[in-house]
T-cell receptor, first 115, second 111 residues
Framework: DTGVSQDPRHKITKRGQNVTFRCDPI?????LYWYRQTLGQGPEFLTY????????KSRLLSDRFSAERPKGSFSTLEIQRTEQGDSAMYLC?????????????FGSGTQLSVL | KNEVEQSPQNLTAQEGEFITINCSYS?????LHWLQQHPGGGIVSLFM???GKKKHGRLIATINIQEKHSSLHITASHPRDSAVYIC?????????????FGEGTQLTVNP
């Protein structure tokens, strides 16, 4: 399967713990996006990379959140000192375009539950 | 008020019916996307359009840029079409292809 891969699919953690998610985009895609989705809502933008450069971060991305894409391939999203409000589906998407009109390919997401 | 509004929020249809989902947006856009999300989270891109109309199988998407409105039509609906359909836009003043999403329309097609 050469689609966007996310790991793990599900994560249950206790409040205050740190968690890290991984996203492997489609191999030739230079752009990578992280979104967060809560139940019954549409996804919300978190951050975006072009190759290894993090070009934009949402106000939603507090200091407890950090994302990296060290070699312009896979990306990690870390949440420190998790809170119950962090419970959500974390979605990764990738694309190969240079402009603003491009198709995005989504992973299946990581469902985070903070107890 | 959200930048992207969808209606209806929930839609139940009988197999074979013609279905329309509407999307209105309030910002200038570079493109509008229709996406499908099945239980478990996976999102699939159905259409990306910036003008006119696109068709793929039983799905048709239209956009009216002047009215800031788009519709997704499903002809001869089938139970396997049951999913959440999400409208999303790429605002003109944004980096890359960052999307702003509507809240989605839950479609249930009964046999």
């Amino acid at each position: 399967d050469t689609g966007v891969s996310q790991d793990p699919r599900h994560k249950i953690t206790k409040r205050g713990q740190n968690v890290t998610f991984r996203c492997d985009p489609i191999s030739e895609h230079n752009r990578l996006y992280w979104y967060r989705q809560t139940l019954g809502q549409g996804p919300e933008f978190l951050t975006y990379f072009q190759n290894e450069a993090q070009l934009e971060k949402s106000r939603l991305l507090s200091d407890r959140f950090s994302a990296e894409r060290p070699k312009g391939s896979f990306s990690t999203l870390e949440i420190q000192r998790t809170e119950q409000g962090d419970s959500a589906m974390y979605l990764c998407a990738s694309s190969s375009g240079q402009g603003r009109k491009e198709k995005l390919f989504f992973g299946s997401g990581t469902q985070l539950s903070v107890l | 008020k959200n930048e992207v509004e969808q209606s209806p929020q929930n839609l139940t249809a009988q197999e074979g019916e013609f279905i329309t989902i509407n999307c209105s947006y309030s910002v200038g856009i570079s493109a509008l996307h229709w996406l499908q999300q099945h239980p478990g989270g996976g999102i699939v891109s159905l259409f990306m359009l910036s003008s006119g109309k696109k068709k793929h199988g039983r799905l048709i998407a239209t956009i009216n840029i002047q009215e800031k409105h788009s519709s997704l039509h499903i002809t001869a609906s089938h139970p396997r079409d049951s999913a959440v359909y999400i409208c999303a836009v790429t605002p003109e003043e944004t980096s890359g292809s960052r999307l702003t999403f509507g809240e989605g329309t839950q479609l249930t097609v009964n046999p």
